[in-house]
């Protein structure tokens, strides 16, 4: 059993930036691929982006070049690092873990684990 828990999120206007973060329980952290993904009010979840087991990595195109995800195998943690945030980013940040072998990264269903979620609300 992993657990998951974000932290980071808060209040920031159009254009800054936070960074949240993702501390895992368990001793084998290296070894799942974990993800990103937010989900908006009345809005279904939405993937953000993926760092697998072989290091690379997969953004969504909305993201692209404005978020970094990172990953410290040492401390159980992994990281969203997200620049010239905007109001549509507004959401609550769920990261999620899958041990071994993930299948498609965009799909909710294909992960085992998931934190409580950390909100980020944008001013304009």
């Known amino acids: 059993q992993v657990q998951l828990v974000e932290s980071g999120g808060g209040l920031v206007q159009a254009g800054g930036s936070l960074r949240l973060s993702c501390a895992a329980s368990g001793r084998t952290f290296s070894s799942y691929a974990m993800g990103w993904f937010r989900q908006a009010p009345g809005q279904e979840r939405e993937f953000v982006v993926v760092t697998r087991t072989s290091g690379n990595t997969y953004y969504a195109d909305s993201v692209k070049g404005r978020f970094t995800i990172s990953r410290d195998n040492a401390k159980n943690t992994v990281y969203l690092q997200m620049n010239s945030l905007k109001p549509e980013d507004t959401a609550v940040y769920y990261c999620?873990?899958?041990?071994?072998?993930?299948?498609?990264?965009?799909?909710?269903?294909?992960?085992?684990?998931w934190g409580q979620g950390t909100q980020v609300t944008v001013s304009s």
């Open positions: 999620a873990a899958k041990r071994g072998l993930l299948g498609a990264a965009a799909t909710p269903v294909n992960y085992d684990y």
